[in-house]
């Protein structure tokens, strides 16, 4: 059976008792401690140096970020599963740092970046600063797949690259 003493539920002209405040900012805080914590586990790559990543890289290009598309299937014609959802960016090639590449531009493909390694947040940032000389230049390192008969390229936060701000990741 439920009570309910009313001598603790009295108004008291300020609404919310200031043990309500404390209460839902315990919660919020441990909400957002268990945020990262997921993520951050669910991606992992393990310890290698940008040396290593750079060596590992089958291409590695230097350019800007002209459009990113969010939401790219690739259907699987080997499984019954849901496609993959990627995000794809349209890469203007600069410079051919590390590989081979007969082109200006390319197609490179990522997670979003939610616990499945992907470089959305680089890809967006690159693509707004798409005429900025001081912010838009990055060089990704890059993994060759062949997928349906075609070669697609891909990078995820455990491979090579080389951003404005820090130099290197």
Same mark, same amino acid.
């Given at each position: !059976?439920?009570?309910?003493? &009313?001598?603790?539920?009295?108004? /008291?002209?300020?609404?919310?008792? !200031?043990?309500?405040? /404390?209460?839902?900012?315990?919660?919020?805080? +441990?909400?957002? !401690?268990?945020?990262?914590? +997921?993520?951050?586990?669910? =991606?992992?790559?393990? &310890?290698?140096?940008?040396?290593? /990543? %750079?060596?590992?890289?089958?291409?590695?290009?230097? @350019? &800007? !970020?002209?459009?990113?598309? %969010? *939401?790219?299937?690739?259907?699987?014609?080997q499984t019954d599963r849901e496609p993959p959802r990627l995000t794809r960016g349209?890469?203007?090639? #600069?410079?051919?740092?590390?590989?081979?590449?007969? *082109?200006?531009?390319?197609?490179?493909?990522?997670?979003?970046?939610? @616990? #499945?390694?992907? /470089?959305? @947040?680089? %890809?967006?940032?690159?693509?707004?600063?798409?005429?900025?000389?001081? %912010?838009?230049?990055?060089?990704?390192?890059l993994s060759k797949a062949e997928f349906a008969g075609q070669t697609l390229y891909?990078?995820?936060? =455990? #491979?090579?690259?080389?951003?404005?701000?820090?130099?290197?990741?």
């Amino acid at each position: !059976m439920l009570s309910i003493d &009313r001598a603790r539920f009295q108004p /008291r002209g300020r609404g919310i008792s !200031m043990n309500s405040y /404390r209460a839902a900012a315990l919660v919020a805080a +441990s909400v957002l !401690m268990a945020l990262p914590a +997921s993520e951050a586990s669910a =991606c992992s790559c393990g &310890r290698s140096s940008a040396k290593e /990543r %750079f060596a590992k890289a089958d291409l590695i290009v230097k @350019g &800007r !970020m002209k459009l990113v598309t %969010f *939401g790219v299937e690739l259907p699987d014609s080997q499984t019954d599963r849901e496609p993959p959802r990627l995000t794809r960016g349209d890469f203007e090639i #600069d410079k051919v740092v590390k590989g081979t590449f007969k *082109g200006k531009t390319l197609s490179v493909y990522t997670g979003a970046g939610m @616990g #499945d390694c992907g /470089r959305l @947040g680089e %890809f967006l940032s690159a693509a707004f600063y798409y005429h900025s000389d001081k %912010f838009a230049v990055y060089e990704f390192g890059l993994s060759k797949a062949e997928f349906a008969g075609q070669t697609l390229y891909f990078t995820s936060i =455990c #491979d090579y690259a080389k951003g404005p701000k820090d130099g290197q990741e």
